[in-house]
C-alpha cells in the first residue's frame, strides 16, 4: 500500500512554498500519496509587510495566541507521515503555525503520527522549535526529524536584506551591494537531497534514525554564537510580550521594543558576543557543546 504524507505550510512571501515543493519531489517520484496543504489565517498577513504591522505580531507570537484559519481539507483519515513546515517570528512559531494545533481535525491525523519538521528561518529557529516539540508532544505527534534552512549570511547582514526584502517585496540586492536576501536558491534545491533521507527512512521503517542521518547531512546545524543570542533574546521577547500585552497604548511601547530591538542587535549583541567568546566561552566549552547537541535532536527536555 502507497504511503500517505501530508505536507503542512503556510507562506507570504512564497520562499516556504518553494521549499516544500523541492522536499516534497522524491515524495511523488516515490510513488507516495502526498497531500499538499497550504494555511490560510482567515485575515491574512500583507506581504510586503510595513514594520509597524510586524511588529504589531510579536505579542501574540509570544505569546502563542491563534488566529482562525481558513478551513482546510484532508485528503485522508489517516498519514504515514505529516511534514510540518513553518518559520519563526520573534524567535517563536509563526501565529499561522501555532493555529494549527488548535485545529481539531489536524490535532486527530498528528496524534500517533511521525512527524518531521521543516524550517525556513533567517538565522535564529531553536526557541520556535522548541515551542513545536512541546506542541507536538501535547497532541501525541511522533517528533522523528528537523531540517532547517536559513539565510547563511552574517547576522547584521541578513537582518539589513530581510527587512528590505519585506518591505518592499524585492528579493534582489539592496543598494546593489547586499546580498540576496532569503534563502540561497542551492540550498532550496539542496532540501531535495533531504526529502530523498526521509523517503528512504519512511520505506525501510528506519525514522528513529532518521535525525542523526539528518545531521550527518548538515540539514541542521547549530552556531554557537547565534544560540548564545537566542536563547537570551527569547527571555526577554517574552518579557516584553508579557509587558505590552497588559497595556493599553500597545502601539506605543511596540514602537519602543521596536528601537530597543534594532539597538540591541546592531550594538549589544556583538560587544557581548566578544566578550563572551573571550572571556567565558573557554570556561563552559562542555556546556554549549552539551546544548548544542541537545538543539540538534529532537528529543524535548
Given at each position: 500500500m502507497?504511503?500517505?504524507?501530508?505536507?503542512l505550510?503556510?507562506?507570504?512571501s512564497?520562499q516556504?512554498?518553494?521549499i516544500v515543493?523541492?522536499?516534497s519531489?522524491?515524495?511523488?517520484e516515490?510513488?507516495?500519496?502526498?497531500d499538499?496543504?497550504?494555511?490560510?489565517?482567515?485575515?491574512?498577513?500583507?506581504?510586503p509587510?510595513k514594520?509597524d504591522?510586524?511588529?504589531?505580531?510579536m505579542?501574540a507570537s509570544?505569546?502563542?495566541?491563534?488566529?482562525?484559519l481558513?478551513?482546510?481539507?484532508?485528503?485522508?483519515?489517516?498519514?504515514?507521515?505529516?511534514?510540518?513546515?513553518y518559520q519563526p517570528?520573534?524567535?517563536?512559531?509563526?501565529?499561522?503555525?501555532?493555529?494549527?494545533?488548535?485545529?481539531e481535525?489536524?490535532?486527530?491525523?498528528i496524534?500517533?503520527?511521525p512527524?518531521?519538521?521543516?524550517?525556513?528561518?533567517r538565522?535564529?529557529?531553536?526557541?520556535?522549535?522548541?515551542?513545536?516539540?512541546?506542541?507536538?508532544?501535547?497532541?501525541?505527534?511522533?517528533?522523528?526529524?528537523?531540517?532547517?534552512?536559513?539565510?547563511?549570511h552574517?547576522?547584521?547582514?541578513s537582518?539589513?536584506?530581510?527587512?528590505?526584502?519585506?518591505?518592499?517585496g524585492?528579493?534582489?540586492?539592496y543598494?546593489?551591494v547586499?546580498?540576496?536576501p532569503?534563502?540561497?536558491?542551492?540550498?532550496?534545491?539542496?532540501?531535495?537531497?533531504?526529502?530523498?533521507t526521509?523517503?528512504?527512512?519512511v520505506?525501510?521503517?528506519?525514522?528513529?534514525?532518521?535525525?542523526?542521518q539528518?545531521?550527518?547531512?548538515?540539514?541542521?546545524?547549530?552556531?554557537?554564537?547565534?544560540m548564545?543570542?537566542?536563547?537570551r533574546?527569547?527571555?526577554l521577547f517574552?518579557i516584553?510580550?508579557?509587558?505590552i500585552?497588559?497595556?493599553k497604548?500597545?502601539?506605543f511601547?511596540?514602537?519602543?521594543?521596536?528601537?530597543?530591538l534594532?539597538?540591541?542587535?546592531?550594538?549589544?549583541a556583538p560587544?557581548?558576543?566578544i566578550?563572551?567568546?573571550l572571556?567565558?566561552?573557554?570556561?563552559?566549552?562542555?556546556?554549549?557543546?552539551?546544548?548544542?547537541?541537545?538543539?540538534?535532536?529532537?528529543?524535548?527536555?
Open positions: 502507497n504511503k500517505k504524507v501530508l505536507f505550510y503556510f507562506t507570504q512564497g516556504l512554498g518553494e515543493n523541492k522536499f519531489q522524491p515524495f511523488q516515490a510513488g507516495f500519496l502526498c499538499v496543504v497550504r494555511v490560510f489565517p482567515e485575515n491574512a498577513f500583507p506581504f509587510w514594520m504591522q510586524f511588529f504589531e505580531v505579542p509570544v505569546m502563542e495566541k491563534p488566529t482562525t481558513s478551513q482546510m481539507s484532508f485528503k485522508y483519515d489517516k498519514y504515514d507521515l505529516i511534514v510540518f513546515a517570528w520573534f524567535l517563536s512559531p509563526s501565529i499561522p503555525a501555532t493555529s494549527l494545533f488548535f485545529n481535525e489536524l490535532k486527530k491525523r496524534k500517533d503520527t512527524v518531521v519538521t521543516l524550517i525556513g528561518s538565522n535564529m529557529w531553536i526557541s520556535a522549535q522548541e515551542k513545536i516539540k512541546r506542541q507536538l508532544k501535547n497532541v501525541g505527534g511522533l517528533l522523528k526529524g528537523n531540517i532547517v534552512l536559513v539565510d547563511k552574517s547576522n547584521l547582514t537582518l539589513v536584506t530581510i527587512i528590505y526584502w519585506m518591505k518592499t524585492k528579493k534582489d540586492k543598494l546593489g547586499f546580498p540576496n532569503g534563502v540561497a536558491p542551492s540550498d532550496i534545491e539542496s532540501t531535495k537531497l533531504y526529502g530523498e526521509v523517503v528512504e527512512a520505506e525501510n521503517n528506519t525514522l528513529n534514525k532518521l535525525q542523526e539528518l545531521i550527518e547531512q548538515k540539514a541542521v546545524e547549530v552556531k554557537p554564537n547565534l548564545f543570542i537566542e536563547t533574546g527569547a527571555m517574552k516584553w510580550a508579557n509587558f500585552e497588559k497595556k497604548n500597545k502601539t511601547w511596540l514602537r519602543i521594543f521596536k528601537y530597543y534594532f539597538i540591541a542587535i546592531f550594538l549589544v560587544i557581548v558576543i566578550i563572551n567568546t572571556i567565558f566561552k573557554p570556561f563552559i566549552i562542555n556546556k554549549i557543546k552539551h546544548k548544542k547537541n541537545y538543539f540538534l535532536q529532537t528529543e524535548l527536555a
